[in-house]
């Protein structure tokens, strides 16, 4: 939709150069036979922004929660820097009797949780609300906030299947690829809140949880290249023009974002 707006705001920018020059087109050929050689000064850089406000990514989000499904992505025990404070996974489900001998408890317990491991699914889940806090994007001053809902699940040795869920406080940062002309943002985790999981599983969950929002969430594409850029052709002149963003400037307000876009006009062919 950009895309279309922006080739007809160049259209129309075009239609109007034309028109002027064929007013002066009697002034500008006596001065071009009077002197061939002419300077080309640089084009100036166009400005155009873009405006987004919280209503309308939240109702994004809204409907991405009532029309499809929460997104969900697997946890991987391998992401996280420190190791669970029990024995791993693998171990449980080897051999519960070395468990059973090594910790002092039940066998029966641990055949249980080792069989809860083997079937518990290792996942989190984007959830639109968890214990009052709502999924959503915040504008303030300067500043971009996102609490995240989630809840999941995880094996934990000797625990069996926890089930998790809590939310996360993150703060977004804009960042501008000039090359791939793609505007992207980064989800940077601030703090995690865990509701009801045991202290012995909190610290794995937590960093479970972070490394997913840090390696499967990021980076998110705001502006591809499909709609930071534009190809315009031009029949009468015999050819196109490129639209490429040289520069955005994100500008936070209250309420909304404003995307300060610098464009530069190159030749398509």
């Known amino acids: ?33 009077a002197s061939r050689s002419r300077q ?17 990514l ?25 190791p669970p404070p029990t024995e791993s996974i693998a171990a449980l ?11 002092g408890l039940p066998l029966k317990s641990v055949e249980k949780s080792a069989a809860n491991v083997t079937q518990c699914a290792s996942v989190i889940v984007l959830e639109r609300e968890v214990g009052g806090v709502r999924t959503a994007v915040h504008f303030e001053n ?36 000039r090359s791939r002309q793609v505007l992207s943002a980064r989800v940077e985790v601030e703090d995690i809140h865990l509701n009801g ?17 840090d390696g499967r969430i990021n980076p998110v594409e705001i502006l591809p290249a499909s709609q930071l850029s534009a190809r315009i052709p031009i029949a009468a002149a015999g050819g196109a023009l490129r639209l490429l963003a040289r520069e955005v400037r994100p500008e936070v ?9 610098i464009y530069e006009f190159a030749s398509a062919d």
């Open 197 to 213: 999981v045991p202290g012995l599983a909190s610290g794995v969950i937590v960093g479970l949880v972070q490394n997913s929002i």
């Open 253 to 261: 307000v209250p309420g909304a974002l404003r995307l300060h876009i």
């Open 58 to 82: 939240n109702l994004f989000l809204e409907t991405m929660f009532t029309r499809l499904r929460g997104p969900r992505f697997p946890l991987s025990l391998a992401s996280v820097e420190q």
């Open 142 to 177: 300067g500043r971009i906030s996102a609490p995240l809902a989630f809840s999941g699940s995880y094996a934990v040795a000797l625990l069996g299947c926890i089930n998790f869920q809590g939310w996360a406080e993150t703060t977004i940062k804009l960042d501008f690829d």
């Open 40 to 56: 080309v000064s640089a084009a100036p850089a166009a400005e155009a922004t873009v405006t987004l406000n919280e209503q309308f």
């Open 1 to 33: 939709m950009l895309t279309r707006s922006f080739k007809l705001m160049m259209v129309c920018a075009i239609a109007l150069i034309v028109f002027s020059w064929s007013l002066a087109a009697p002034a500008w050929a006596q001065d071009e036979r």
């Open 93 to 103: 489900q080897d051999s519960p009797r070395a468990a059973h001998l090594q910790h």
